[in-house]
């Protein structure tokens, strides 16, 4: 059993074509069946084989809006495990195959990994397979000259993708959260390894060093905030470290030449030109309730305009995420226009439904940013900061549950363009159902104080 596993999620031992071509197709056969029968039992919908084969979101978007967050999280975490088997083979194929291992990074560009996965299974074994390179020797002075030229390489190549990303592009999508660490790590990684090997505690701490630097750059050029920074890098020094085990595994591999790096920096382009292909247009919903010892009467009267709040607000506001603050109304009725002062200045809500004491939605024209960044300047030059997560509309309910009691929902729908959805969705929803409980908690403040 040890064996089987070293043999799947090891580093180490070749790989020929037929066991590529089998454990490959067996393994593909059991991540469908498994994702298929998921999603139907979840959601009813019946996930084809060309919705598996075929990764653009875009084809797949009337299903995938019937995804639960926890659903989405979930096939994320079960992808895992065969995709870094899915990389291990293919770099023991390549290997096994007398090919450059750096090869295995087309793995990561959809479409084109299908046609390198059919070439490795009829490529033969080559006659002059070379195995791992001489143990690891303690020298301060190369290991030092190592890591700076490691670490320099990613700066630069991950500074020039993020620039064409952000502000060419204008893209949050996978190139810029899910590639650019990983190509930094594999490149930060391979160079610290390259002329002597080092171990995988070392290259892990050049990796996340190198992660640091480019967070730091970008803080220092006034490219990104500080808040915003915090919440990508968790989920980019996971991806860099996975990286940073494949650059060194193919640095003590041959063939492995900085030239064959070449094929992992085109990983960037590849990547943010698939990225552009595959944006969907997603609407979530956000839902808070709360219980007010009131009627429907008194609580609509407070709920379409209500006073300041003078509650402090969370500690995730006080980071500088926008927070609601009042709430006006000009008008009556369907046509009305709501106005909700937060923080960072005010949203327009023009009112589409107006069900007194019932239902009172409305939606969004205008919005503020929706945080004021930390940073030594007194501008950010981000672009995400500008519509890229944005309210398109809300609703309030309200049921009377007695005499002098009601229920009250609030409902906030927004769309994100930003990348990958399921990790940035854990942020945006806490916030939203923040915003949503520091308003209903006024409102049932203020209607309560009317007895």
């Not at 990561?108 to 390179?133: E, K, R």
């Not at 592009?169 to 190139?175: E, H, I, Q, S, V």
């Not at 930094?184 to 390894?193: D, I, P």
């Not at 379409?304 to 607000?313: G, T």
Request: aromatic share 14%; proline share 6%; net charge positive.
């Amino acid at each position: 059993m040890h064996s089987q596993l070293s043999y799947l999620f090891g580093l180490q031992q070749p790989v020929d074509r037929k066991s590529y071509f089998k454990i490959g197709a067996g393994l593909m056969l059991v991540k469908y069946l498994v994702d298929a029968s998921l999603i139907f039992f979840v959601t009813g919908a019946f996930w084809t084989p060309l919705d598996y084969l075929v990764p653009l979101v875009s084809l797949h978007e009337e299903k995938m809006m019937l995804f639960p967050p926890w659903l989405n999280i979930s096939l994320i975490i079960w992808s895992l495990p065969f995709l870094w088997i899915g990389v291990s083979m293919t770099l023991r194929r390549a290997v096994d195959a007398g090919r450059s291992p750096w090869a295995a990074l087309s793995f990561f560009i959809p479409i084109l990994n299908y046609l390198m996965m059919l070439t490795f299974c009829v490529l033969p074994s080559s006659p002059n397979i070379v195995g791992t390179a001489k143990p690891s020797t303690f020298n301060v002075k190369t290991r030092f000259k190592s890591a700076v030229l490691g670490i320099g390489a990613s700066i630069l190549i991950g500074m020039f993708f993020i620039i064409i990303n952000v502000f060419v592009l204008k893209d949050y999508g996978l190139a810029l959260f899910a590639a650019t660490p990983f190509v930094l790590g594999v490149v930060s990684a391979f160079f610290f390894n390259y002329q002597t090997p080092r171990s995988l505690l070392e290259t892990s701490h050049v990796v996340t060093l190198g992660l640091f630097l480019v967070a730091g750059a970008l803080l220092l050029f006034a490219l990104e905030g500080l808040i915003c920074l915090a919440m990508a890098f968790p989920l980019g020094l996971i991806v860099a470290l996975l990286g940073g085990v494949i650059g060194r595994t193919i640095a003590l591999r041959q063939p492995a030449t900085v030239k064959g790096m070449t094929l992992g920096v085109l990983l960037l382009p590849a990547s943010a030109i698939f990225d552009k292909l595959n944006q969907a247009d997603f609407t979530y919903e956000v839902v808070s309730t709360i219980e007010i010892q009131a009627s429907a009467g008194k609580v609509w009267q407070q709920l379409i305009a209500f006073n300041e709040i003078e509650n402090s607000p969370d500690w995730h506001f006080r980071l500088g995420i926008a927070y609601p603050v009042h709430a006006s109304i000009s008008g009556a009725g369907v046509g009305a226009v709501r106005s909700c002062d937060f923080s960072t200045g005010s949203f327009v809500e023009p009112i589409t439904i107006w069900d007194e004491t019932r239902r009172l939605a409305f939606d969004v024209v205008a919005q503020p940013p929706p945080l004021q960044e930390w940073s030594p300047y007194q501008r950010v030059y981000a672009p995400h900061l500008d519509g890229f997560s944005r309210a398109v509309r809300g609703e309030f309910r309200l049921t009377q549950l007695a005499s002098e009691k009601t229920r009250l929902e609030g409902s906030t729908w927004y769309r994100l363009d930003i990348y990958p959805h399921f990790y940035w969705r854990i942020f945006t929803d806490k916030i939203i159902h923040s915003i949503h409980n520091r308003v209903l908690q006024q409102v049932k403040k203020d209607s309560e104080s009317l007895y």
